[in-house]
């Protein structure tokens, strides 16, 4: 499994754009870049996954670098509601399990 | 569509006993895997089912053990339960098995070994 490097923590004034990184440098070419983020005492909730490409869904975009050795994950406009710990998880097809890191704890503040 | 439904949210249970906790996936999904969450390890994969079948199973002892039904409902337990077993259990279910696509998590059952 790729090893993945997250800040242990971030602020996000409310309203603003939220940019989370993850270096993933050893990342296999077959592996996807997955991102969860789990709200305190809730399990954890999908957010977005992409291989090269850049993408966007109406939660969140996902930006990946032309080496994949790092992505981005953008929350638009965040809100109070988005204060989670996010995780950046590379993952494989076939039979592979999740393989939660310790995350980024984004904390939005009003 | 309903939710990941876990039962029950909370537990507690006394050192040496046994316990069982439940999951049902969302209704179409075929794989079910569970997660144990620690404030010391953070998220640990169990084991994952598929079709009744364990297709994968992480580092845990054999106390733990888990099944599927033939609906997909799935069930974890654990034996002999120790201290270090209390923890938020984290059942997850997707459509095909977890690497193919993403997994839906359940809010969890909290376990309390005293």
């Known amino acids: 499994d790729a090893k993945t490097t997250q800040p242990t923590s971030m602020d996000c004034a409310e309203g603003r754009a939220a940019n989370l990184p993850c270096n993933h440098s050893?990342?296999?070419?077959?592996?996807?870049v997955y991102w969860y983020r789990q709200i305190h005492s809730q399990g954890p909730q999908y957010i977005i996954h992409?291989?090269?490409n850049n993408e966007t869904n109406e939660m969140a975009s996902l930006i990946i670098t032309e080496d994949r050795k790092s992505s981005t994950l953008i929350l638009p406009h965040a809100t109070l509601r988005d204060t989670a710990v996010y995780y950046c998880?590379?993952?494989?097809?076939?039979?592979?399990?999740?393989?939660f890191g310790k995350g980024t704890r984004l904390s939005v503040i009003a | 569509k309903a939710g990941v439904t876990q039962t029950p949210r909370y537990l507690i249970k006394t050192r040496g006993q046994q316990v069982t906790l439940s999951c049902s996936p969302i209704?179409?999904?075929?794989?079910v895997s569970w997660y144990q969450q620690t404030p010391g390890q953070g998220l640990q994969f169990l084991f994952e089912?598929?079709?009744?079948?364990?297709?994968n199973k992480g580092n845990f002892p054999g106390r733990f053990s888990g099944r599927q039904f033939s609906n997909s409902r799935s069930e974890m337990n654990v034996s002999t339960l120790e201290l270090g077993d209390s923890a938020l259990y984290l059942c997850?279910?997707?459509?095909?098995?977890?690497?193919?696509?993403?997994?839906?998590f359940g809010q969890g059952t909290r376990l309390t070994v005293v």
């Open positions: 998880i590379p993952r494989g097809g076939g039979n592979t399990p999740l393989v």
């Open positions: 209704s179409g999904h075929r794989s």
């Open positions: 050893t990342i296999s070419g077959n592996e996807y």
């Open positions: 089912y598929f079709s009744e079948t364990q297709r």
């Open positions: 992409g291989l090269k």
């Open positions: 997850a279910s997707s459509w095909g098995l977890q690497g193919g696509t993403e997994a839906f």
